[in-house]
């Protein structure tokens, strides 16, 4: 059964910085894409970033020169480092895998989830 744990979300004031983390179990994805959404109650879930199992990264343009993604392949993880945050990154991050290539983008693609994990940025 392949899972994503997260971890690393809580409460921050606007202006600071967390680092959110998600392994993967019970499938690899050294060769495939990790990457990590955000979804705001009655909004859809939003792309935030992506990673290929090399050095290629996406980000949203929202998050872009705030927010770092990065990836452990031996540890099956990957990171997502978050600093200069505002209120309005305020969402339930979530984790994202997969074991080959997908339209990133979307997030009904992505066949394996975490469970998502809360940040709070106040003002």
């Known amino acids: 059964q392949v899972q994503l744990a997260e971890s690393g979300g809580g409460l921050v004031q606007a202006g600071g910085s967390l680092r959110l983390s998600c392994t993967g179990s019970?499938?690899?994805?050294?060769?495939?894409?990790m990457g990590w959404f955000r979804q705001v109650p009655g909004k859809e879930r939003e792309f935030v970033a992506v990673?290929?199992?090399?050095?290629?990264?996406r980000y949203a343009d929202s998050v872009k020169g705030r927010f770092t993604i990065s990836r452990d392949n031996a540890k099956n993880t990957v990171y997502l480092q978050m600093n200069s945050l505002k209120p309005v990154d305020t969402a339930v991050y979530y984790c994202?895998?997969?074991?080959?290539?997908?339209?990133?983008?979307?997030?009904?693609?992505?066949?394996?989830w975490g469970q998502g994990t809360q940040v709070t940025v106040s003002s």
């Open positions: 019970g499938r690899t994805f050294s060769s495939g894409l």
């Open positions: 990673a290929w199992s090399g050095e290629g990264t």
């Open positions: 994202a895998a997969s074991s080959g290539p997908l339209n990133y983008y979307s997030a009904d693609r992505w066949p394996y």
